[in-house]
Nanobody, 132 residues
Framework: QVRLAQSGGGSGQAGGSLSLACVAS????????MAWFRQILGKGREGVAA???????TKVDSVKRRFTISRENGENTMYLQMNSLKPEDAGIYYC??????????????????????????WGQGTQVNVSS
């Protein structure tokens, strides 16, 4: 069992920055694979960025030059630093963890690391608003 507690987010302006954090606890408190997803009103959940416990990452093209995903294994915490915010970044952001993910690069190559169906545990969601 993994519990994920999110913090951060809130409201920012276009061009500005916000950050998110996700703390994992429970039996598998350092999950091998973790990710950030977001849900925009009226749309499904979109994978934003994923990271394995060794720091390998992948991101969706729309955020590659603007968002940074990282994790501090000693603190069981994953972060998402969001810079150069755009109005289309607004939504509810969720962190996710998968304790049984395959080798990360293979998972990325298969197009599965940002697929919500691959993740078993989810955080409570955090609202991010971006004003233009």
């Amino acid at each position: 069992q993994v519990r994920l507690a999110q913090s951060g987010g809130g409201s920012g302006q276009a061009g500005g920055s916000l950050s998110l954090a996700c703390v994992a606890s429970g039996d598998n408190y350092n999950p091998p694979c973790m990710a950030w997803f977001r849900q925009i009103l009226g749309k499904g959940r979109e994978g934003v960025a994923a990271i394995d416990r060794y720091g390998a990452t992948t991101k969706v093209d729309s955020v590659k030059r603007r968002f940074t995903i990282s994790r501090e294994n000693g603190e069981n915490t994953m972060y998402l630093q969001m810079n150069s915010l755009k109005p289309e970044d607004a939504g509810i952001y969720y962190c996710a963890a998968e304790p049984l993910c395959p080798e990360f690069r293979q998972w990325v190559a298969a197009g599965l690391s940002l697929n919500e169906k691959e993740y078993k545990y989810w955080g409570q969601g955090t609202q991010v608003n971006v004003s233009s």
